[in-house]
């Protein structure tokens, strides 16, 4: 049973920070092909913010390019974002995500590098984190 658990959301003021872990569990980490973080808004759409390949290689979206830092610890088995200059725009749920098909995998990150984070292309989520800014 595959699962992803989230921690260290909070409430911080404008140009404060946060750091996000996603605990993985049930599966062989370095099947993890792409990792990612989503956030959703209230009234908005899940967006995605960042992910990482099973190589290290990282996309951000436009909006935290810059702030936000995505990183994965094999030791662990688990997903960070470190997340810098925060602005009230940030306050979301921040979801972890996992795509553990090597193909899929590949093909999911491959599209965030132009620019595409698809929700349907990662299998396994946690259960998400608030994050406010204020």
């Known amino acids: 049973h595959v699962q992803l658990v989230e921690s260290g959301g909070g409430s911080v003021q404008a140009g404060g920070s946060l750091t996000l872990s996603c605990a993985v569990s049930?599966?062989?980490?370095?099947?993890?092909?792409?990792m990612a973080w989503f956030r959703q808004a209230p009234g908005k759409e899940r967006e995605g913010v960042a992910d990482i390949d099973s190589v290290g290689s990282t996309t951000y979206a436009s909006p935290v390019q810059g702030r936000f830092t995505i990183s994965s610890d094999n030791t662990n088995d688990s997903l960070s974002l470190q997340m810098t200059s925060l602005k009230p725009e940030d306050t979301a749920i921040y979801y972890c995500?996992?795509?553990?098909?090597?193909?899929?995998?590949?093909?999911?990150?491959?599209?965030?590098?132009?620019?595409?984070?698809?929700?349907?292309?990662?299998?396994?989520w946690g259960q998400g984190t608030q994050v406010t800014v204020s």
């Open positions: 049930g599966l062989d980490y370095s099947d993890t092909y792409c």
């Open positions: 995500a996992a795509n553990y098909g090597l193909k899929t995998g590949r093909a999911a990150c491959a599209r965030a590098r132009v620019g595409i984070f698809r929700i349907s292309d990662f299998s396994a």
